[in-house]
């Protein structure tokens, strides 16, 4: 997600203590520049998922933080579940996700792919170790510029 180091050096720290004693895990910030304003967004999650109140209730705590700190300039707070395709970043992410099947999105093209789907066996010596239709491949943590868990929709 998009840093801006002057948000990140006077925001997050507060804004992650503030998810803390409220019981949220204060998954991510970013600073967002579009054509119609700069978004200032967090990312919260809880076990069990986040919902429209939690989410509520630390945008109306966390806006009157942010807005009387010096020199951070946004036009829109948002605050928001990381999503059911959550990237992984930390190692809790990697471990919670042990056993379930992921999409990761590589840099350059590995074997002629630049998206691999497996189930996550874990991380070891800075690499993701997937199951790959069976095979144990692993791929180095520095070439994934995504990981997530794979989200696939049943229907029809």
């Known amino acids: 997600m998009a840093k801006n180091s002057n948000v990140e050096t006077r925001a ?15 998954v991510d910030m970013e600073l967002v520049k579009t054509r119609e304003g700069r978004y200032l967004r967090f990312y919260l999650d809880k076990p069990g998922g986040i919902s429209l109140n939690d989410l509520e209730s630390y945008h109306r705590k966390v806006q009157p933080m942010i807005d009387n700190m010096d020199y951070i300039e946004y ?7 990381p ?27 590995d ?5 691999v789907f497996g189930t996550l066996i874990g991380v070891s010596e800075g690499c993701a170790v997937i199951d790959d239709k069976g095979e144990e491949r692993s791929i180095e943590l520095k070439s994934i ?9 049943e229907g029809g």
């Open 12 to 26: 997050r720290a507060p804004a992650e203590g503030l998810a803390v004693r409220l019981g949220y895990e204060f």
């Open 75 to 81: 036009d829109y707070l948002e605050v928001s579940s």
């Open 83 to 109: 999503g059911a395709d959550r990237p992984l970043k930390s190692p809790e992410d990697f471990d919670r996700a042990v056993g379930q099947r992921v999409e990761i999105s590589l840099y350059r093209p």
């Open 111 to 115: 074997s002629g792919r630049k998206r």
């Open 145 to 153: 510029a995504k990981i997530a868990r794979a989200v696939e929709v």
